[in-house]
């Protein structure tokens, strides 16, 4: 069965410093993987896009990492500000038209 | 502005109440898909469309029907809406996926069905 998980599910951090969010994921095929920033109650919206050969990719602050070895990704965010406030997406693309979502995690940023 | 929109952005209703939610792009895009949204499920693919008049099942088709009659518009029906159609309900678009493109995704819709 196709999945992704992430972890973790909720994170606290206070402004300014760094954090790494995890996906795994056992899809197949696997086309690729995307990163969204979902602000509450929005819709998602894209931060990175890797495909199979491509290891990293970054926007910004914002750093995507793929091992399509171990079918790992991560997503390193520098520099926390308070708008980093939100929850974060993992994807996987598999096939042409088929989207797998995983369930977020939801990261809030103190001041 | 490149956007996609969706209508209405919130709807109660009762069970058994034929309604149709609108989604439009004004991107030229091929591909449109609608996905709902479950606390603790995530984002869940009910149908998609690769081009006009094509159209296909995602993950969680059943209650739900789709048209793309035109490129810009892809409505989705609930031809007898339940209560666990109570969502929040997303349309997004994209480039033909054959490259590696972009999702734009609408506002989305919150529905209650009671």
């Known amino acids: 069965k196709n999945q992704v998980e992430q972890s973790p599910q909720s994170l606290i951090i206070l402004e300014g410093k760094n954090c790494t969010l995890q996906?795994?994921?056992?899809?197949?095929?696997?086309?690729?993987l995307r990163w969204y920033k979902q602000d509450t109650g929005r819709g998602p919206v894209s931060l990175t896009i890797?495909?199979?050969?491509?290891n990293t990719k970054s926007n910004g602050r914002y750093t995507a990492t793929l091992d399509a070895d171990t079918k790992q990704s991560s997503l390193h965010i520098t520099a926390s500000q308070l708008s980093d406030s939100a929850s974060y997406i993992c994807?996987?693309?598999?096939?042409?038209?088929?989207?797998?979502f995983g369930t977020g995690t939801r990261l809030k940023v103190l001041a | 502005e490149a956007q996609v929109t969706q209508n209405p952005r919130y709807l109660i209703t009762v069970t058994g109440k034929k309604l149709t939610v609108t989604c439009s792009q004004n991107m030229n895009h091929e591909y449109m898909s609608w996905y709902r949204q479950d606390p603790g499920l995530g984002l869940r693919q009910i149908y998609y469309?690769?081009?006009?008049?094509?159209?296909d099942k995602g993950d969680v088709p059943e209650g739900y029907k789709v048209s793309r009659k035109e490129k810009r518009n892809f409505p989705l029906i609930l031809e007898s809406p339940s209560p666990n159609q109570t969502s929040l309900y997303f349309c997004?678009?994209?480039?033909?996926?054959?490259?590696?493109?972009?999702?734009?995704f609408g506002p989305g819709t919150r529905l209650t069905v009671t």
């Open positions: 469309s690769m081009n006009v008049e094509v159209t």
């Open positions: 996906c795994n994921y056992t899809v197949s095929p696997f086309s690729n």
């Open positions: 997004a678009s994209s480039p033909a996926l054959m490259t590696v493109n972009e999702q734009y």
């Open positions: 994807v996987v693309t598999s096939g042409t038209y088929k989207y797998i």
């Open positions: 890797m495909t199979f050969s491509e």
